[in-house]
């Protein structure tokens, strides 16, 4: 059965930060569905982007997601502010069985709710705080199951983690290859 994952977003998501993951798990063979946390059938992005087909989130079934993606950019306020969205993001953190990924701004969300301290982490430098982890300097990281990305400069990268941690680095080689000019 494929490795599947949800891109959690609301109006005003940076879209590189979206696009790159789903494009390059797609292209991985990975099922990824589009989540609405404001509960519409699209979401539109910084730059006026509108992806669609999107699940409204009240309707969505989380339970067969192995990760868990939630892109930066100006909704990270209204995804911090909605309830719904935080109790799916601690259970995917809790899971040991799935993974949590955030990348720019949205690890912020996560220093806020705790899930930070003792981890190691990035995020958009100028958003990070004392979350009580190690901020690192780097483009994506990797701590167990939590992955973190540092800016849209660094989804693909961020892309790459989420690959390799949930599909290997075997499958990530394959992938990199494929779309690598010679």
């Known amino acids: 059965m494929a490795k599947k994952a949800a891109v959690v977003m609301d109006t005003g998501f940076e879209e590189l930060e979206a696009m790159g993951p789903i494009a390059l798990l797609r292209r991985a063979g990975m099922e990824v569905d589009l989540v609405s946390a404001h509960n519409g ?40 502010a909605n309830e719904e ?12 069985n799935k993974w949590l990924a955030a990348i720019c701004a949205a690890p912020t969300i996560l220093g806020h709710m ?17 979350f009580g982890g190690t901020y690192i300097d780097q ?37 990199k290859a494929s779309i690598f000019a010679h």
């Open 41 to 80: 059938d699209e979401v539109t992005g910084r730059f006026g982007v509108t992806y669609k087909p999107a699940t409204p989130f009240k309707d969505y079934d989380f339970s067969n997601v192995d990760v868990l993606i939630v892109p930066g950019g100006g909704h990270w306020p209204k995804i911090e």
């Open 85 to 96: 969205v935080k109790q799916v993001i601690r259970q995917f953190y809790d899971d040991p």
């Open 114 to 130: 705790g899930l930070l301290k003792g981890k190691n982490y990035t995020c958009f430098t100028s958003m990070d705080e004392d």
């Open 139 to 175: 483009r994506a990281v990797v701590d167990g199951h939590l992955i973190t990305g540092r800016s849209a400069d660094a989804s693909i990268d961020f892309a790459y983690a989420i690959m390799e941690s949930v599909l290997g680095k075997e499958k990530t080689e394959e992938v």
